[in-house]
């Protein structure tokens, strides 16, 4: 069966510190990867999505990154991070239509 | 432009029934997601449908009408368990992402 894994669950971090998230995806091949950023009682905000490895569409400028080095590995970058980076990072991943996207368990950032 | 519209809350009773509405505008359509979402917690795919009519899953169904841009998801003998957020997702047209309505917080009340 398919599994997603991401991690860490919470992190705090102070601002201007570099970030990185980790997603890693079992059970299937060449699948659709997205990172999504939801502020405290808001809508999901597509930041990343990649069709395959190396391939990376930003949607939001910001001074945020993501890499795929491996087929079923997705990272979320930042250099410096900024107090409005805050908020729950999801990761996601879809193959087919039908069964739209399944999210990893979430990363909840604070930055201080 | 592109846009999907839920009520931002709505409270119900435990045991009753309550139907959450959500309207789009979008360039074309290839499918209407639902998902639920707890407090804290990632969202949990409860639903899809692409063509009009009622798709039913136990206590939960969802309904389409595509020519209306129209779905709801009605939920019956609701549980305490049920609270959470309600998120609406379109699919466009040759397009691998989902444009997401901001949910609809639903309040079960004892």
């Known amino acids: 069966s398919q599994t997603i894994h991401q991690w860490p669950a919470t992190l705090v971090q102070p601002v201007g510190s570099p970030l990185s998230l980790e997603c890693t995806v079992e059970?299937?091949?060449?699948?659709?990867l997205y990172w999504y950023r939801q502020a405290a009682g808001r809508g999901l905000q597509l930041l990343f999505y990649?069709?395959?490895?190396?391939?990376i569409s930003s949607e939001v400028p910001q001074n945020l990154s993501a890499s795929r080095p491996q087929d079923r590995q997705f990272i979320l970058s930042s250099k410096k991070l900024l107090l409005s980076d805050s908020g729950f990072y999801l990761c996601?991943?879809?193959?087919?239509?039908?069964?739209?996207?399944?999210f990893g368990s979430g990363t909840r950032l604070t930055v201080v | 432009g592109q846009n999907i519209d839920q009520p931002t809350e709505m409270t119900a009773t435990e045991g009753a029934i309550v139907q959450i509405n959500c309207t789009y505008q979008?360039?074309?359509?290839?499918?209407l997601f639902w998902y639920q979402q707890h407090a804290g917690e990632a969202p949990t795919f409860l639903s899809y449908?692409?063509l009009d009519g009622l798709e039913e899953k136990g206590r939960f169904s969802s309904f389409l009408s595509r020519s209306k841009g129209y779905s709801y998801l009605l939920l019956k003998e609701l549980q305490m368990k049920d609270s959470a957020s309600y998120l609406c997702?379109?699919?466009?047209?040759?397009?691998?992402?989902?444009?997401w309505g901001a949910g609809t917080k639903l309040i079960i009340k004892p």
């Open positions: 996601a991943w879809s193959v087919s239509s039908r069964n739209g996207y399944t």
């Open positions: 059970g299937t091949s060449n699948p659709n």
């Open positions: 990649s069709v395959g490895i190396g391939q």
């Open positions: 979008t360039s074309g359509f290839n499918g």
């Open positions: 449908n692409v």
């Open positions: 997702a379109v699919r466009p047209p040759s397009n691998y992402q989902l444009i």
